[in-house]
Protein backbone atom coordinates (compact mmCIF):
# COMPACT_ATOMS: atom_id res chain seq x y z
CA UNK A 1 0.00 0.00 0.00
CA UNK A 2 3.06 2.31 0.26
CA UNK A 3 3.97 1.78 -3.12
CA UNK A 4 0.60 2.28 -4.16
CA UNK A 5 0.64 5.78 -2.06
CA UNK A 6 4.30 6.70 -3.64
CA UNK A 7 3.46 6.25 -7.19
CA UNK A 8 -0.01 8.18 -7.16
CA UNK A 9 2.09 11.02 -4.66
CA UNK A 10 5.02 10.58 -8.07
CA UNK A 11 2.01 10.21 -10.27
CA UNK A 12 0.22 14.23 -8.96
CA UNK A 13 3.82 15.72 -8.70
CA UNK A 14 4.25 14.77 -12.68
CA UNK A 15 0.72 15.13 -13.28
CA UNK A 16 1.10 18.96 -11.52
CA UNK A 17 4.11 19.60 -13.76
CA UNK A 18 2.51 18.56 -16.76
CA UNK A 19 -0.55 20.86 -16.07
CA UNK A 20 1.74 23.58 -15.21
CA UNK A 21 3.47 23.50 -18.43
CA UNK A 22 0.76 23.37 -20.23
CA UNK A 23 -0.83 26.46 -18.59
CA UNK A 24 2.23 28.33 -19.54
CA UNK A 25 2.00 27.00 -23.33
CA UNK A 26 -1.46 28.29 -23.31
CA UNK A 27 -0.43 31.41 -21.87
CA UNK A 28 2.14 31.93 -24.01
CA UNK A 29 -0.11 31.26 -27.18
CA UNK A 30 -2.81 33.61 -25.73
CA UNK A 31 0.11 36.59 -25.11
CA UNK A 32 1.25 35.78 -28.68
CA UNK A 33 -2.46 36.09 -29.81
CA UNK A 34 -2.54 39.05 -27.94
CA UNK A 35 0.57 40.60 -29.66
CA UNK A 36 -0.71 39.82 -32.85
CA UNK A 37 -4.13 41.51 -32.33
CA UNK A 38 -2.09 44.56 -31.11
CA UNK A 39 -0.22 44.38 -34.56
CA UNK A 40 -3.10 44.76 -36.52
CA UNK A 41 -5.00 47.17 -34.28
CA UNK A 42 -1.49 49.33 -34.88
CA UNK A 43 -1.93 48.73 -38.53
CA UNK A 44 -5.74 49.49 -38.85
CA UNK A 45 -4.91 52.92 -36.39
CA UNK A 46 -2.55 53.74 -38.91
CA UNK A 47 -4.58 53.19 -42.78
CA UNK A 48 -7.27 55.25 -41.02
CA UNK A 49 -5.58 57.90 -39.88
CA UNK A 50 -3.77 58.22 -43.13
CA UNK A 51 -7.51 57.44 -44.72
CA UNK A 52 -8.46 60.69 -42.58
CA UNK A 53 -5.67 62.79 -43.57
CA UNK A 54 -6.37 62.01 -47.15
CA UNK A 55 -10.34 62.91 -46.47
CA UNK A 56 -9.52 66.19 -44.96
CA UNK A 57 -6.98 67.23 -47.87
CA UNK A 58 -9.50 66.47 -50.65
CA UNK A 59 -12.02 68.52 -48.55
CA UNK A 60 -9.39 71.53 -48.13
CA UNK A 61 -8.78 71.03 -51.97
CA UNK A 62 -12.29 70.74 -52.51
CA UNK A 63 -13.58 74.20 -50.75
CA UNK A 64 -10.24 75.90 -52.66
CA UNK A 65 -11.26 74.60 -56.18
CA UNK A 66 -15.22 75.78 -54.97
CA UNK A 67 -13.79 79.09 -54.10
CA UNK A 68 -11.57 79.98 -57.11
CA UNK A 69 -14.20 78.70 -59.34
CA UNK A 70 -16.84 81.50 -57.53
CA UNK A 71 -13.60 83.67 -58.16
CA UNK A 72 -13.17 82.75 -61.48
CA UNK A 73 -16.97 84.00 -62.44
CA UNK A 74 -16.56 87.76 -62.06
CA UNK A 75 -14.68 88.52 -65.32
CA UNK A 76 -12.52 91.87 -63.90
CA UNK A 77 -12.36 93.21 -67.99
CA UNK A 78 -15.68 93.75 -67.76
CA UNK A 79 -15.35 96.30 -64.87
CA UNK A 80 -12.37 97.36 -65.82
CA UNK A 81 -13.95 98.38 -69.29
CA UNK A 82 -16.83 100.16 -68.01
CA UNK A 83 -14.31 102.05 -65.64
CA UNK A 84 -12.05 103.37 -68.58
CA UNK A 85 -15.22 104.68 -70.34
CA UNK A 86 -15.84 107.10 -67.02
CA UNK A 87 -12.48 108.23 -66.62
CA UNK A 88 -11.68 112.02 -66.69
CA UNK A 89 -8.78 114.02 -67.11
CA UNK A 90 -6.99 115.39 -63.96
CA UNK A 91 -9.03 112.46 -62.07
CA UNK A 92 -7.03 112.32 -58.61
CA UNK A 93 -4.42 115.78 -59.12
CA UNK A 94 -6.55 117.52 -56.35
CA UNK A 95 -5.35 114.37 -53.80
CA UNK A 96 -1.81 114.05 -55.16
CA UNK A 97 -0.23 117.52 -55.67
CA UNK A 98 -0.99 119.59 -52.90
CA UNK A 99 -3.31 118.12 -50.36
CA UNK A 100 -1.52 118.82 -47.10
CA UNK A 101 -3.88 115.42 -45.55
CA UNK A 102 -2.58 113.11 -48.32
CA UNK A 103 1.00 114.35 -47.20
CA UNK A 104 0.62 113.74 -43.96
CA UNK A 105 -0.67 110.42 -44.56
CA UNK A 106 2.54 109.72 -46.78
CA UNK A 107 4.93 110.65 -44.07
CA UNK A 108 3.40 108.56 -41.10
CA UNK A 109 3.98 105.18 -41.19
CA UNK A 110 1.40 103.79 -39.33
CA UNK A 111 -1.42 106.30 -40.51
CA UNK A 112 -4.72 105.35 -42.20
CA UNK A 113 -6.29 107.48 -45.49
CA UNK A 114 -10.20 107.72 -45.14
CA UNK A 115 -11.60 108.81 -48.78
CA UNK A 116 -15.15 109.65 -49.32
CA UNK A 117 -16.68 111.22 -52.49
CA UNK A 118 -16.42 110.63 -55.98
CA UNK A 119 -13.46 112.35 -56.63
CA UNK A 120 -12.80 115.65 -56.56
CA UNK A 121 -12.97 119.01 -53.95
CA UNK A 122 -16.62 119.70 -56.38
CA UNK A 123 -17.77 116.42 -55.96
CA UNK A 124 -17.88 117.15 -51.86
CA UNK A 125 -14.82 114.86 -51.61
CA UNK A 126 -12.96 114.35 -48.59
CA UNK A 127 -10.29 113.02 -46.84
CA UNK A 128 -9.62 112.08 -43.42
CA UNK A 129 -6.10 111.13 -42.25
CA UNK A 130 -5.35 109.25 -39.14
CA UNK A 131 -2.71 110.37 -36.69
CA UNK A 132 0.56 108.99 -36.17
Same mark, same amino acid.
Given at each position: ???????????????????? &???????????????????????????? =?????? +?????????????????????? =??????????????????????????????????????????? =??????? +???? &??
Amino acid at each position: MNDVQKKEDAFCQVYDIWKD &TRDQEDSEALFARHQEKINIMISISGDV =SGLRNA +IEETQRDTKRTDLLNWLSTIDP =SKFYNLGLDKLRADTGEWLLNGNQDFEKWQSCPNSFAWLNGKG =SPADNSC +IAVG &TC
